[in-house]
């Protein structure tokens, strides 16, 4: 009888610890697993809505014909041009706005008189949408590659400047006290204390930036192409085309996203290096 109870209670404490075990599997994957589930759902409803009749095809497409479309675009391979230019305005008009934008919002925010001489400018260029600027690049640029990478270019580089410039001016002032009350020269003080505390919000505008870029390259090429994701886009609209319609969306937002994810593996490199708010009292 003892032996018997012995068992169960080995049995029970078995049971338990799987069971604790499979609850801190799930509390470290809460977050895929809720958001994978909710989006599955999302799919199941959008596919039985077009199933039943609900909605004709022609307007909305089904993830199943989406995934047909997609399939079909890169087995014929015509999709590869489109994705080439595409990712080559995309890449080109990103690297320059944050090679201007993260060197200038630094330069902007550590002097004062700089920040007078270009802030009205850096100004009126965030307040103007990048869209009315359109006709005038195409006519400088023609509707070429060039045109595009300006229209992302300028769609990336005020996100970039100005998160870049509000790092440095909300640098906090007893760090810079302290350091120059040790005799710190102020380039020691920028690269020590200014530049790591920017880390932060240069990603911050590196990830938004991202956005903005992809919506520069879509809307230059739906006003002016003849290849690219922006151009399929409009083909496909133009003819009704609903399911290539969607597998071009599809296509930028699985880059925006893994835009956004490398963004932030790369960021957490610098979570050591910059200064903790609170450190020095």
Known sequence: MANHVAEGEDLYAAGEAEASSLRKLYLRHEQL??????????????????????????????????????????????????LRVSGTEFIVGYLLAAGVAIP????????????????????????????????????WA????????????????IPMLI???????????????VARSFGASEFKIFWSIV??????FIFTGL???????????????????TAGIGFLITVAG????????FVGILIITITGLLMVEILNRIEHRFDEWRPKVGSAE
């Open 142 to 157: 023609g509707i070429g590659i060039w045109s595009k990478i300006v229209v992302v270019f300028l769609g990336a580089v």
């Open 33 to 82: 697993v809720i958001g994978g589930s909710a989006i599955l759902a999302f799919f199941v409803v959008w596919e039985m809505i077009i199933r039943v009749g609900l909605v004709n095809p022609l307007f909305l497409s089904s993830p199943t014909l989406v995934v047909r479309a997609g399939y079909a675009l890169f087995a014929e391979g015509d999709i590869w041009k489109d």
């Open 104 to 139: 200038l919002g630094l330069a902007v925010g550590w002097y004062r008189r700089l920040y007078f001489l270009l802030g009205p400018f850096i100004d009126a260029l965030n307040a103007v949408p990048r869209v009315a600027l359109l006709p005038i690049i195409i006519i």
């Open 238 to 245: 133009a003819t009704f085309q609903t399911d290539k319609v």
């Open 195 to 200: 530049f790591p505390g920017t880390v932060p």
């Open 163 to 177: 998160n870049t410039f509000s790092g440095v001016k909300t640098t906090e002032e007893r760090f810079l006290k």
């Open 207 to 225: 990830k938004y930036a991202s956005g903005r870029a992809l919506l520069g390259v879509v809307v230059g090429e739906l006003y002016a192409a």
